[in-house]
């Protein structure tokens, strides 16, 4: 039996780029900000990224979620960037917000978008009733693969 994998990112099988699958028989998770799948290609090496939080470069965290979110995505491509890595190059994302409920996800998906366009990587949100330091209202880790 064969199974075929539709893909909206075509990679072939020498590329090193990973390959987004969003099959036709789901729901498009694409206007919520993510993919259902992303393949790894074989002999990539991948690196993992620990959570990034609102903190900017002070240490300072404001109390709005929204100014959280937007920083903790600034210290991500900023991470991504000390490892010489760019945001089409994570596969994968932890999502975790504190006292999550729907009017957070406009939020979250307008600055997944942002950083991320069209090459969407897998995505899993966690609510979660606090962080690791109290006033943190959400953080993000990353899965990235480098040639």
Do not use: W
């Not at 990973?18 to 259902?36: A, R």
């Not at 990224?49 to 965290?61: E, I, R, V, Y």
């Not at 090459?119 to 009733?129: C, E, H, I, R, S």
């Amino acid at each position: 039996m064969t199974i075929a994998i539709p893909t909206t990112t075509a990679a072939s099988e020498t590329s090193s780029r990973p390959s987004i699958i969003n099959p036709p028989n789901l729901s498009d998770p694409t206007p919520h900000g993510y993919s259902t799948a992303v393949l790894v290609p074989a002999g990539v090496r991948m690196a993992f990224l620990s959570g990034q939080g609102g903190h900017d470069a002070t240490g300072g965290l404001s109390a709005d979620f929204a100014t959280q979110v937007k920083q903790a995505y600034a210290n991500l491509g900023t991470a991504l960037e000390g490892i010489g890595a760019r945001p089409d190059q994570v596969v994968k994302l932890t999502v975790y917000v504190v006292d999550h409920d729907m009017s957070k996800l406009a939020v979250l998906t307008e600055c997944v978008k942002a950083m991320f366009g069209k090459t969407l990587p897998a995505q899993t949100l966690v609510p979660v009733p606090r962080l690791a330091i109290d006033p943190m209202l959400f953080e993000v880790e990353a899965v990235v693969v480098l040639p």
